[in-house]
């Protein structure tokens, strides 16, 4: 079964810091693009940060730029976000996903396998 | 940056009707783009990617359409499980950026 299980997630204090990471099973992960998602309590889904399947494209969303570092480890099948800097602005959901998307492919075919989720909380 | 403006914001049905849900972009990107359904305290799950095509195990019911700047959703018969939150979501072709619409409540009438 295709899969991918969050973790990490909690309770931290405002410029605290938090790891999170999406272990994948049951698919090939070194051949797939990886993303974090988030969704603040109430609110919509938010784009957070993209890294290609071999890591050497990594890009972010202008509201983590500079605070946030998406790696992963394909040898271990894992995807890690580290959270630095925190604020309460970064409170929810935090989703890994895959994108099968090939680079300068003709076909997008959209963020297919998500995580359940797990949930940071910044509140001092 | 693309924005994505979803109507309605909430849509009241009965089940069996049919169900059209709107996603404009602010500029064209071409066929970039997917359609997700989220229920309360779950994931999203993805329905339609490139614009048209359906993922894997969505019913037929679910169908995805349009280009440039003005996308659809639309679900010929609801059924109860189909009651849920329908966001939008666009990828710029290279760098990879994402952005989602604000979402459409589609709920029972």
């Known amino acids: 079964e295709v899969q991918l299980v969050e973790s990490g997630g909690g309770l931290v204090k405002p410029g605290g810091s938090l790891r999170l990471s999406c272990a994948a099973s049951?698919?090939?992960?070194?051949?797939?693009?990886m993303n974090w998602v988030r969704q603040a309590p109430g609110k919509g889904l938010e784009w957070v940060s993209f890294?290609?399947?071999?890591?050497?494209?990594?890009y972010y969303a202008d509201s983590v730029q500079g605070r946030f570092t998406i790696s992963r480890d394909n040898a271990k099948n894992s995807l890690i976000l580290q959270m630095n800097s925190l604020r309460a602005e970064d409170t929810a959901v935090y989703y890994c996903?895959?994108?099968?998307?090939?680079?300068?492919?003709?076909?997008?075919?959209?963020?297919?396998?998500w995580g359940q989720g797990t949930t940071v909380t910044v509140s001092s | 940056e693309i924005v994505l403006t979803q109507s309605p914001a909430t849509l009241s049905l009965s089940p069996g009707e049919r169900a059209t849900l709107s996603c404009r972009a602010s500029?064209?990107?071409?066929?970039?783009l997917a359609w997700y359904q989220q229920k309360p305290g779950q994931a999203p799950r993805l329905l339609i990617f490139d614009a048209s095509n359906r993922a894997t195990g969505i019913p037929a019911r679910f169908s995805g359409s349009g280009s440039g700047t003005d996308f659809t959703l639309t679900i010929s018969s609801l059924e109860p499980e189909d009651f849920a939150v329908y966001y939008c979501?666009?990828?710029?072709?290279?760098?990879?950026?994402?952005?989602f619409g604000q979402g459409t409540k589609l709920e029972i009438k």
């Open positions: 500029q064209s990107f071409g066929n970039y």
């Open positions: 890294i290609s399947s071999s890591s050497n494209y990594i």
């Open positions: 996903a895959r994108d099968p998307t090939q680079r300068f492919g003709a076909v997008y075919h959209g963020m297919d396998v």
């Open positions: 049951g698919f090939t992960f070194s051949s797939y693009n």
């Open positions: 979501q666009q990828r710029s072709y290279w760098p990879p950026m994402y952005t």
